[in-house]
């Protein structure tokens, strides 16, 4: 691994050295990956297991068949295979974030890195909230609800129990751990966002209503089709993207663009509301003068208009005989005709 200096400018490399180095992340990636998965699938049963347990509660205590079926021959088999690459995904996720640390981070000011390096720990912090808060709270309660629709031959005339299938049980649950914690990376990016100046808090702040219509679609595409576990994710999103608003806020607050932005805001608010609070005032009948026309020809044609004035003025005092006495009625103002 080459060693990268402090200052960006003197790690600049060609197109063709980025794309080495794009490949040797993305290698050490799949590797760790790889070596992951062979160790998951050794542990299939222990993760099948732990994977299985909130439905098997849940079973013990409304009833049921309390079994997994597979209809298909290889169904088994490729559900062990998933439950081993869901495993790996959950393993790797910090290697992986890392090798994405390790390719951005010649590109950055050593002050840049000290910023982005808490949302680096961050980032698996979150992740693994959102599978907790799927697994130990909505993941119950759902399977609770859903159960309830189960029948006995008293109250139907054949009853109505659960035969799940163990392929689509699975595939369900870790849909739904991977949708949470992939989905409580949304701080993480917005204020990263907001870092490099693609979004502001104002703008979060301002389509927060569709923001919000936009958390329940999502709810509703990546997880099953009941109300407990669409507001199960819902509702955390909806208070994450409050706290993405708060810490945009406070990075620009560091920044220095929140005070100035708000200030030449209310600036410009105060003044549009002194100019309407001033135009009902304003009479143009009383004590005023008649408005003066402005030429915008410029300054050039300006003066030749007053030269041309000049010297019609000059022309008609010629014309004029001071000893002429009579040429109008006496008592005239000739500036009103009066």
Same mark, same amino acid.
């Given at each position: ?6 200052d ?8 063709v ?8 992340? $993305? ?7 790889? =070596?992951?998965?062979?160790?998951? *699938? ?20 409304? !009833? ?5 079926? *597979? ?18 995904? =959950? ?6 974030a ?9 590109g ?5 890195k ?22 130990? $709270? =909505? ?19 054949? &009853?109505?129990e659960l035969?799940?299938k163990?392929g689509?049980y699975?595939?369900?649950?870790? +849909?739904?751990?991977l ?15 907001a ?11 301002? =389509? +927060?209503? *569709? ?13 099953? &089709? ?11 999103l ?13 990075? @620009? ?20 509301? !002194? ?10 009948? @009383? !004590?005023?003068s008649?408005?003066?026309? +402005?030429d ?26 001071p ?5 109008g ?7 009103t005709?009066?």
């Amino acid at each position: 691994m080459p060693a990268y200096s402090d200052d960006p400018d003197d790690n600049k490399m060609s197109l063709v050295e980025h794309l080495t180095e794009l490949r040797t992340r $993305l290698l050490w990636s799949a590797v760790a990956f790889v =070596v992951a998965f062979f160790l998951c *699938y050794g542990l299939a049963q222990h993760i099948y297991n732990f994977l299985m347990q909130p439905l098997a509660s849940i079973m013990q205590e409304v !009833g049921g068949s309390q079994r997994m079926i *597979y209809t298909a021959l290889t169904e088994a088999f490729f559900t062990y295979v998933a439950v081993a690459a869901f495993g790996a995904i =959950v393993l790797t996720f910090p290697m992986i974030a890392t090798q994405v640390w390790l390719f951005i981070a010649p590109g950055l000011y050593k002050h840049e890195k000290k910023a982005l390096l808490p949302f680096l720990f961050a980032s698996p912090v979150l992740f693994l909230t959102g599978a907790a808060l799927v697994y130990y $709270l =909505v993941m119950p309660l759902a399977w609770r609800f859903l159960l309830g629709f189960q029948t006995s031959g008293a109250e139907t005339v054949l &009853p109505i129990e659960l035969e799940a299938k163990v392929g689509e049980y699975l595939g369900l649950v870790m +849909r739904l751990i991977l949708a949470f914690g992939f989905c409580f990376q949304m701080p993480v990016a917005l204020t990263l966002m907001a870092r490099v100046g693609i979004v502001s808090s104002k703008t979060l702040a301002g =389509v +927060r209503k *569709y923001a919000i219509v936009a958390v329940f679609v999502l709810a509703a595409i990546v997880t099953p &089709p009941d109300i407990i576990s669409q507001v199960g994710l819902a509702l955390p999103l909806i208070l994450l993207y409050e706290a993405s608003i708060w810490s945009c806020r406070y990075v @620009e607050r560091r920044r220095g663009d929140v005070d100035e932005d708000d200030a030449w805001l209310d600036d410009d608010d105060d003044e549009d509301e !002194g100019d309407r609070d001033e135009q009902p005032d304003m009479d143009p009948t @009383e !004590g005023s003068s008649p408005p003066e026309t +402005r030429d915008d020809t410029g300054p050039a044609a300006g003066a030749t208009a007053s030269d041309a004035d000049r010297s019609v003025r000059d022309d008609t005092l010629d014309d004029i005989d001071p000893h002429d006495e009579d040429d109008g009625p006496p008592d005239t103002d000739f500036n009103t005709g009066r």
